[in-house]
């Protein structure tokens, strides 16, 4: 069996790896589909994970100091890039009731040609109805930080959103605000194409922040008001910069994306100071939920699954390119690390 690992910093490769015999309670799938995360795996891939020399302490909530310093998140040399699979059981043992021969399920994993997988007790072997896509199914994990960004911006019917960063996360937010009753969807982003596929699935205006000034174009298109509620996915200075500039007085900002030290960019002193701005630091996984009880990590998960079983969003653009597995170390270099402006969310096909 072959799997796509990272053999060094920024270097991936197809590797073989010897498969096993299944226990009572696992499922052996034969994948179908795959794709990588493009954020916090891709900064490990680099070996830049601020995780390298602190670590976050769940006692303490709080990074500290490691004792011994790590390479990565993961192992270079044994460490199978990839974060979302599709696949089809091939074998199932023999105490596993809930799934069988021949269905079609998503799980959290490297890009490989077949996994192994518990099948007792596992909410993470989503099982596929007939006619989800495969696109759908892998957007399971940036579908949930979107809805935490939405639901962590308090967005109401009729609000004017504007949606910085058009990766995955920002893609969904987008159509996610559509579907809250967002009255306007403004969409911000460097990349051409990223742009355009967000306008092809419903935002109303699409903004290029190396051209315009987009804070200013906010408060244009929606009469001098500005925005009630930005989706800031990018994380970066000069987006939030604008996105202070572009929000409406008392306005709220998510900030989703996973920053690294500001160089850079940042005047706290201008519409910030001037205009009331709210920033809520969204974190899906967080826990407790910042609506607990009511809501937690598992409830965003299952409201997820639920839209992208339904074709609620549409991810048919998001997953973009697809490659064959075969091409996926160069791919991966490609199209994840050296080039992201050439892709959304790269798709692996096996089949």
């Known amino acids: 069996m072959k799997q796509l690992v990272a053999v060094a910093p920024r270097k991936a490769a197809l590797l073989e790896v010897e498969t096993r015999a299944i ?11 795959a794709s990588p995360k493009h954020g916090s795996e891709l900064a490990a891939f680099r070996n830049e994970s601020p995780h390298i020399n602190e ?27 990839g974060n979302q699979w599709v696949g089809v059981i091939s074998e199932a043992g023999s ?24 099948a007792v007790d596992n909410y993470y072997l989503l099982k596929m109805p007939d006619g989800m896509s495969w696109k759908n199914a892998v957007c399971f994990d940036p579908a949930q930080f979107a809805l935490g960004g939405i639901r962590d911006s308090h967005l109401r019917a009729g609000d004017a959103v504007a949606v910085f960063g058009l990766g995955a996360i920002g893609q969904i937010a987008a159509q996610m605000a559509k579907r809250a009753g967002a009255g306007y969807v403004a969409v911000v982003d460097p990349i051409a194409g990223r742009r355009e596929a967000a306008l092809r699935a419903g935002a109303d205006a699409a903004f290029d922040p190396t051209a315009d000034d987009v804070g200013l174009e906010l408060k244009k298109a929606t009469n001098r008001l500005g925005v009630d509620v930005i989706i800031e996915t990018s994380a970066n200075e000069f987006a939030l ?15 989703v994306g996973w ?3 500001f160089k850079g960019g940042m005047d706290w002193g201008r519409e910030a100071h001037f205009n009331n701005a709210r920033i809520v630091f969204s974190r899906a996984c967080s826990e407790p939920n910042p609506d607990h009880p009511r809501w ?9 699954w639920d839209m992208l079983k339904k074709g609620l969003i549409d991810c048919d653009e998001i997953i973009s390119p697809v490659i064959p597995f075969e091409e996926s170390p160069d791919g991966y ?9 050439r892709s959304i969310k790269l798709g692996v096909k096996l089949v």
Do not use: M
């Open 23 to 33: 226990q009572p309670d696992e499922v052996r799938v034969r994948v179908e589909y």
């Open 55 to 81: 670590y976050y302490d769940e006692a303490w909530l709080a990074f500290l100091p490691r004792t011994n310093k790590v390479e990565s998140h993961g192992n270079f040399g044994k460490w199978n890039l």
């Open 95 to 118: 105490q596993v009731r809930d799934y069988a021969v021949g269905d079609r399920v998503c799980g959290y994993g490297g890009i490989r040609e077949e996994h192994i997988v518990k």
């Open 241 to 255: 910069q604008q996105s202070l500039r572009g929000l409406a007085y008392g306005g709220t900002i998510a900030y």
């Open 259 to 261: 920053a690294r030290p």
């Open 296 to 304: 937690s990590w598992r409830r965003i998960e299952a409201v997820c």
């Open 333 to 341: 270099e490609s199209y994840v690390d050296r080039h992201p402006e």
